[in-house]
């Protein structure tokens, strides 16, 4: 072996590695913003609709988790400007794909989490007065939100783990920033050991603190 | 005296701590060949540990255990080297385990929870295993039952399978862990019923129980244990009349005086 | 529509690339998974450190990292490797992590009575792991596992980034030269569909087969 390692170059361009982990984590947060929102209307969408609408919401889900998130990229920001006459950006775009594939796990979680909310609970909330909707704010969404803590902090971390597959699309988040010093300096080796433990620091940490927050917020009830 | 004096089972000054807790504070025990002996006492007493560590499910580091002269976990010699896998379990299949919770092998049928061991430990012919198996099935009144899975049987027919396993092995001394606590408690009789006549034929027999009643009918001899320790023991109807000078003892006979004498 | 009858062949063989891809990723990283998996439940100690670090480590690494470290990283080592089998390692890496975790959960969901019954009638450990525990843990390993191929599947998609030509390389050749993306992505989505879509279906199928054992 006799690639020496020299860390240097890292350090002089380690502003594209540091300003792409904090577009990284603007991307993934935006993402899984927009994609509960996705996920929790259809959700309750799903509970209390019909077969056709439950089948349209299963085509969604089904479709996006069965495609490649590239393939799903490429579709959004090259595919579908050639079809409408929509501009928008790579970062623009690269959020609303990400958002509707989060929204397509999201859904499953919202959908178990609504349903694993106990019949009584629902039966207590009828027999006090509430309103369907008193019911469902009241009574079926603070449970779901307690079940599904674990689930979603599992996805944010996926999430920002995706977000370096909006290298392709040339959008400089993190693993872009280490392209660019790889073929720019072609210090190969030392870019991706210093890449590898940011993600694996910054992704270690939100597990931590999620998990953190998961057993505080259980304490309080 | 001499050899034949030799119980099967003799425990010397056995110790168990988990962590900082002592379970075990030195028990001194001895069961002869063909005897019945019943350990009754308060949860927490250490009974079912005592139990556990004769079968080295727990690993016990002072005293001594001796199946038969052996001693159970580790190999003879002064440096007290632990037994090694095959080793330990050959020394295991000297002893049969019927456990509280059955612990059947849920993808296994009846008769082949019996066979595994015939087949696996005493290297048995598949036919000659099977035979066993369905002669031990039918002894416990399940020869009807031989191709159900324990999820088909309810519990007490669960339990007897788990005897017939246990027997099939034809182990030296059978220890039996509380086997029927688990169940509801109109099963309870049948497989009692199955402990008592093992014991008419002359199966020696170590068990943990909660029945009293059973135990005072079923056993040549009742160990009481008390936080760690042998408290009291003797023949039932002898172990009965020193609760007069044994407080605990008497406190933990009272309970089942109210509820079932 | 021509232009896509035309690139059918083309795109049949970035999709037999894609499939063998798979194909290799899957059976290499069962063999190492399931190896480390029970490294990790029943291994000494300082074994199931090494393998807890590495599962943890790859699995907090994003896959397309995982191919660029080992298709950029190899070589500078004295390591070659072509795109191909850097694609087929780094994938291999990220599933193996994924098959360990599948062991861990299947074997700790067995209660622990069933390894003592197994102690109790004399068994020894590699018995007790061929007889009582791999029979029921097999039945909980199965469906995550079969339903995880398509992670394979759709993580190989990423080494068309290394220039193999792969379904989704040759997708992006044909609209290169057609300039018709929407039609070919969208054909492109619904061979990924197909594949593992099935997938999921047959897990959902052996779930059920197993359904009879209850504990």
């Not at chain 1, 020299?6 to 935006?30: P, T």
């Not at chain 2, 027999?205 to 003797?234: K, Q």
């Not at chain 2, 023949?235 to 020193?242: H, K, R, S, V």
Request: with cysteine; charged share 20%; aromatic share 10%.
């Amino acid at each position: 072996m006799n690639y020496h390692l020299n860390f240097n170059l890292i350090w002089r361009h380690f502003d594209k590695l540091w300003q792409g982990l904090v577009l990284s984590l603007e991307l993934a947060v935006l993402s899984i913003l927009i994609g509960a929102i996705i996920g929790l209307v259809l959700a309750i969408w799903y509970v209390s609709a019909g077969k056709l609408v439950r089948a349209i919401i299963s085509a969604y889900v089904e479709f996006i988790r069965n495609v490649p998130l590239i393939l799903l990229v490429y579709i959004v920001f090259y595919g579908i400007p050639t079809v409408v006459d929509f501009a928008y950006s790579a970062t623009v775009s690269f959020v609303g794909t990400l958002s509707l594939y989060a929204g397509a796990y999201l859904v499953e979680v919202f959908r178990s989490g609504l349903e694993a909310v106990p019949r009584g609970q629902i039966d207590a909330g009828k027999a006090i007065g509430l309103t369907p909707l008193q019911r469902l704010l009241h009574v079926r969404l603070p449970t779901m939100a307690r079940i599904t803590l674990p689930a979603l902090s599992n996805t944010f971390i996926s999430l920002f783990k995706d977000t370096s597959v909006a290298s392709v699309i040339s959008v400089p988040e993190l693993t872009y920033g280490a392209q660019w010093i790889n073929f720019n300096t072609f210090r190969i080796v030392e870019v991706y050991i210093v890449t590898t433990i940011m993600y694996l620091i910054t992704g270690y940490s939100i597990l931590f603190g999620l998990r953190g927050l998961e057993r505080r917020f259980r304490a309080e009830r | 005296m001499g050899e034949n004096r030799r119980p099967l089972l003799g425990i010397e000054s056995l110790r168990k701590s988990f962590g900082k807790v002592e379970v075990l504070k030195g028990i001194d025990m001895a069961v002869h060949k063909g005897e019945v002996v019943s350990v009754i006492g308060p949860s927490g007493s250490g009974k079912t540990t005592l139990l556990r560590c004769v079968n080295f499910l727990e690993i016990y580091e002072r005293g001594s255990i001796r199946i038969d002269g052996q001693e159970v976990g580790y190999r003879d010699g002064d440096n007290r080297q632990r037994r090694g896998e095959t080793d330990l379990a050959r020394m295991r299949a000297e002893t049969g385990m019927v456990f509280q919770s059955f612990n059947l092998f849920p993808h296994l049928t009846a008769v082949q929870n019996v066979m595994l061991g015939l087949v696996k430990v005493r290297r048995k012919p598949k036919q000659e295993a099977r035979e066993i198996a369905e002669h031990w099935l039918k002894r416990v009144g399940l020869g009807h039952r031989i191709d159900s899975l324990p999820a088909e049987l309810s519990g007490g027919q669960q339990q007897r399978v788990g005897i017939a396993r246990a027997v099939a092995m034809e182990p030296k001394i059978l220890l039996l862990d509380e086997i029927t606590s688990a169940l509801d408690p109109e099963l309870v009789t049948e497989v009692l019923d199955v402990v008592r006549q093992l014991a008419e034929d002359g199966m020696t027999m170590l068990m943990v129980t909660h029945e009293i009643a059973f135990a005072r009918d079923a056993s040549d001899r009742i160990v009481f244990m008390d936080d760690g320790r042998v408290s009291a023991e003797g023949p039932p109807g002898e172990l009965m009349a020193q609760a007069g000078s044994n407080e605990r003892l008497d406190a933990f006979l009272s309970r089942f005086r109210t509820s079932h004498l | 529509m021509d232009a896509m009858l035309y690139a059918l062949p083309f795109l049949m063989k970035g999709f037999s690339i894609t499939l063998w891809v798979s194909a290799l990723v899957v059976v290499f990283s069962l063999a190492a998974g399931l190896v480390l998996g029970v490294a990790l439940v029943y291994g000494p100690r300082p074994l199931q450190w090494i393998v807890r670090l590495f599962s943890d480590c790859i699995r907090g690494i994003p896959i397309l990292v995982l191919i660029f470290v080992v298709y950029y990283g190899f070589p500078p080592l004295g390591i070659s490797i072509n795109s191909f089998w850097a694609g087929v390692v780094a994938l291999t890496l990220f599933k193996a992590a994924q098959v360990i975790e599948y062991v861990r959960g299947a074997i700790s969901s067995i209660p622990r009575g069933q390894m003592e019954a197994g102690k109790a009638i004399g068994l020894t450990f590699v018995q007790r792991l061929q007889s009582v525990i791999f029979p029921q843990a097999v039945r909980r390993f199965l469906p995550p596992w079969i339903n995880g191929v398509t992670d394979a599947v759709k993580g190989s998609a990423l080494i068309s980034l290394l220039g193999v030509v792969d379904l989704m390389q040759s997708i992006n050749e044909v609209i290169g030269r057609t300039y018709e993306a929407m039609p070919l992505y969208l054909l492109g989505a619904f061979i990924y569909f197909a594949i593992n879509y099935s997938l999921s279906l047959t897990s959902r199928f052996v779930e059920r087969r197993y359904a009879y054992i209850r504990d």
